[in-house]
Each structure stands twice: as structure tokens, then as C-alpha cells.
């Protein structure tokens, strides 16, 4: 008698990440309780199971849904309102005073659904937030059912959300209680960058990540600027400080990193942190180029987000995936610098490892939670398919989403949401824009 099981998904191509480079053509998934089952080939998975709900996915790859792991999801609000200007240019003169007058619950409850509209959309079933309001960004994920990394942001000076070091610690542990329950919803330490946090705070969030056995978030050596000031008032490079704070270790992911010196990617290399790429908000910024290639042979873990729309503008991993896979090979001089089947782990499997995720998420293996995405590769602009995932990376855009599942539950049906509101998240964000406007100074 055929087992029975949740759900079966009978694709063109499985593609399960792990490993790397494998494509299994016309296989099946089965998935049962929000977890994967088995993968096997879909005449014997119709034989052996029995499924409440069958999808037939011809001329479709299903594949691990991307993870973008780093973001400032609520800044979608800000998309597109100061562009084509120099970092500090756009943080000190449009982006930070904008926060300062609008940031508010309401603020970053809108600014995420409507980031996390677009993610689904595009494929990410997960991301790794750091904004404040994080406890508003939980429940907003939590009643999308996309999972989330929640970032306990950190810095030294008073936002909306916390007055001080010790308050911002105080509430992000208190908004890590407040979801350690949650199977969706995991937290990280996220101080902001070495510039905007002091060592008292850093030195607690080294000793408390290690307590709770929990990722640190932070940015780092993400523009020359950032290096100079490091030296103007450390007296040291910001990353050899965070060497001797002890923040180096397995449970870093250090956002950015475009300025590196040999000897710094030989100490990172050792310390088992990771790196999170971004390279689209990275060259819009001209913020440098991140070492993709040099990065990779020092066996460092590259995973890859978009950063926030503010400075990207969109939250595209699809994008950001050609992009990075591009840029590795002008970078580094060298075609088979970062091949398609490389960037797609970074957008996967890599992300959840910089998270700490990767038993649960990342890759379509069995007992892993069915977090899946299926991707139609029967257009014009992929066709013929001779190698589905150098298509998934180099031709194959957003729009060509069909299907998204976090932990088996179907958040994107036929291209359509089904948690989520566009007509009202447009409203909303239209609203907020034309307020938003108005108030910039320096438009």
C-alpha cells in the first residue's frame, strides 16, 4: 500500500545543491509534517507514496529557496530616494535623516511587508534582517511564513528603538525570548560596523553570542573610508580590532568586505567566519570590490544578499547571483572564477551556514525542512536548457518564479502570494512615499 505523505512535486529538473552541481532530471519530492521526505525518480515516487496535493511542474526546476543574508528589509520605504551619491554622502544627507524622522513600529511593520512581498516573489525563503524594531519585523515575518533571521541590532547612538548600548542589548535579548519558540524565526547579534560601535558593547555581544550560541551580523571593511577611520581612531585596521576583541570566529558574518589585505584573509580564513557578499548595493555605492575568487581559494564560506533596496534597489537574489558570478570573473582576471553552480551554493546552502541554518535550510535534502522555490525555464530567454542551473544563474530572472514553500507551506502559488496583500502593500507604500519625499531636504 503507497505511503502517504503531504505533498508530491514532480519537476523537470531537481536541483538539491548539495551536492554541488547536480541536476537530476525528471524526479519527484515528497514532503511530509513541513520536512522533506525523499527524492527519488518520479515513476517510482508515484508508485510508493500517496499524496493529498500533487504538483506537476513540467519545464520547471525546483530547486532550495534562495537566501539573502543581509538585508534591511524596511528600507524598501526608502527605495530609490537617494541615488548615484557616495556612501557617506547618502547615509549623512538623506538615509539617516529620513531615519531619524520616520522610523517607527508602523515604519518598519509596512517597509517589511513590502520588502518581504517582493523576496517571496522572487524566490528567498529566507532572510537575515538588521533594522531596528526587530520584534515588529518577527511578527510581520511570522504572519507571512517566511522565515527570518531577526538582527538584535547594536550601535552607539539613540534611534527610535533604543536609547543607548546597554538598552539595545537589554531589548534584543528580550525580542530573542520572545521568538526562541518559533521554528521560522531565529535572532543574531547584529552590531551595525566597527565605526558605530565601541568595544564595551562588542566585547558583551562576543560573550553573550557565545552563551546563547547565536551568529553575529555586522558590517566590515565596507568601504576605504571606513579602514582610514578605523586607523584614525583605533590606532588599527577595524577587522584586526575585531581579532583582538575575539569577534572572529565561526559565529561572524562579516557583510561586505571589500577592502582586504592578504594577511587579512589569512587570519579570517583561520578563524572560520563568513563572509556575506553584496555585490549589486556594493557597486552602486562604489564601495570596492569584494575578493570573491581570493576568498574562495582561502576556503573562506562567501554566501551572498542584497543589502537593503535603498542602496541595491531591489531585493533580486536571482540578480545578485549573475552578478556576483560575473564580477569574480572581471575581478580576479579568470572565466572559472566563480562558475554557476558556485554562485547558486552562495545563494543557498552558504547562506545558511554563514546563519547557522544549514541543518535546517539551504539545500533539498531529506529531513530538511521543505523550503523550496520552482522556477519555470520554458521561455524564450531560457531556451534551449543544455545546463539547467548555468541558466538558472546567467539567463533565468525573478519573474520566472512559479512556486514558493517554506516548510512546506506554499507561500507563492502560480506566480500569485498567498499570505500577503500587493494591492494593499502598494497603498501603503505609496502613501509612505509621498510623505517620505516631501520631507527630503536635499531631493
Known sequence: MPEQVDQLIHAEWIIPVVPENQVLDSHSLAVKGGRIEAILPTAQAKSRYQAVHETPLPGQALMPGLINAHTHAAMALLRGLADDLPLMTWLNEHIWPAEAKWISEEFIHDGTQLAMAEM?????????????????????????????????IAIDFPSAWACDGDDYLHKGLQVHDQFRANPLIHTAFAPHAP???????????RVLADELEIPIHMHVHETHDEIVQGLQHHDTRPMSRLHALGLLSPSLAAVHMTHLEQQEIEIFAASGAHVVHCP????????????????????????????????????????????????????????????AAGALSMATINGARALGLHQ??????????????AVDLNRVHTQPVYHPISQLVYAAGREQVTHVWVAGRLLVSDGALTTLDVAKLNARASHWGERILAADVHT
Open 195 to 205: 565605526y558605530s560601535v565601541g568595544n564595551p558593547v562588542l566585547e558583551r555581544i
Open 120 to 152: 517571496l516573489l522572487s524566490g528567498t525563503t529566507c532572510f537575515n534582517d538588521m533594522y531596528f524594531f526587530p520584534d515588529i519585523t518577527g511578527r510581520a515575518a511570522d504572519s507571512a511564513g517566511i522565515r527570518s533571521v531577526l538582527g538584535l
Open 280 to 339: 549589486e548595493s556594493n557597486l552602486k555605492l562604489a564601495s570596492g570590490f569584494c575578493p570573491v575568487s581570493e576568498l574562495l581559494e582561502a576556503d573562506i564560506n562567501v554566501a551572498l544578499g542584497t543589502d537593503g533596496a535603498a542602496s541595491n534597489n531591489d531585493l533580486d537574489m536571482f540578480s545578485e547571483m549573475r552578478t556576483a558570478a560575473l564580477l569574480a570573473k572581471g575581478v580576479g582576471g579568470n572565466a572559472s572564477a566563480l562558475p
Open 360 to 373: 535546517e535550510t539551504g539545500s533539498l535534502e531529506s529531513g530538511k525542512s521543505a523550503d523550496m522555490i
